[in-house]
T-cell receptor, first 109, second 116 residues
Framework: TQLLEQSPQFLSIQEGENLTVYCNSS?????LQWYRQEPGEGPVLLVT?????EVKKLKRLTFQFGDARKDSSLHITAAQPGDTGLYLC?????????FGAGTTVTVRA | DAGVIQSPRHEVTEMGQEVTLRCKPI?????LFWYRQTMMRGLELLIY????????DSGMPEDRFSAKMPNASFSTLKIQPSEPRDSAVYFC??????????????FGDGTRLSIL
């Protein structure tokens, strides 16, 4: 059983469209990290959100941490083929990261 | 800067054989993690070392799995004997943890292990 539930599991969109990935949990975490993983590579950190209600922007990516620090969302504006990958959220509790199952995003040119 | 380096990148072997996976963490990092990734279970933490000492091995599936970190620049994960259900991608990650759980983990590119 995953501590963190991600939805949707798969997402396929056309270049230029927007998308949102959700990460939900019944547990409270000290922070939540978002990673992107490309085929044949390890996950790479995109952002860490710490404060409830926090919003962080990274170019066309917007990350939000829920007020209760149990859920988060990732929104991509005007998606590009380079955004294709597996997006993983991970809740931090001391040293331990608990990963969601991930959302596979495919952006078609 | 060199990232986390894992070897081999791919390993195919027959069941019953011993498998050794290797990891060189990023210099200066004090924490090392071994993960296993499968389609069914996603990314699972196997073991966590801090300053070369195993702190949490609760994720190690069974006694066939063992991990060592003889010094700050090297760690191994060994499976003996290997079984087909051990087939997965094994990742090593390192981080510098100091009173702050928000530090990112830096992952290697993984070892894709296939047990026939």
């Amino acid at each position: 059983t995953q501590l963190l539930e991600q939805s949707p599991q798969f997402l396929s969109i056309q270049e230029g469209e927007n998308l949102t990935v959700y990460c939900n949990s019944s547990s409270v975490f000290s922070s939540l990290q978002w990673y992107r993983q490309e085929p044949g590579e390890g996950p790479v950190l995109l952002v860490t959100v710490v404060t409830g209600g926090e919003v962080k922007k990274l170019k066309r990516l917007t990350f939000q941490f829920g007020d209760a620090r149990k859920d988060s969302s990732l929104h991509i504006t005007a998606a590009q083929p380079g955004d294709t990958g597996l997006y993983l959220c991970a809740g931090a509790d001391d040293y331990k990261l608990s990963f969601g199952a991930g959302t596979t995003v495919t952006v078609r040119a | 800067d060199a990232g986390v380096i894992q070897s081999p990148r791919h390993e195919v072997t027959e069941m019953g054989q011993e498998v050794t996976l290797r990891c060189k963490p990023i210099s200066g990092h004090n924490s090392l993690f071994w993960y296993r990734q499968t389609m069914m279970r996603g990314l699972e933490l196997l073991i966590y070392f801090n300053n070369n000492v195993p702190i949490d091995d609760s994720g190690m599936p069974e006694d066939r799995f063992s991990a060592k970190m003889p010094n700050a620049s090297f760690s191994t994960l060994k499976i003996q004997p290997s079984e087909p259900r051990d087939s997965a991608v094994y990742f090593c990650a390192s981080s510098f943890l100091y009173r702050d759980s928000n530090q990112p983990q830096h992952f290697g590119d993984g070892t894709r292990l296939s047990i026939l």
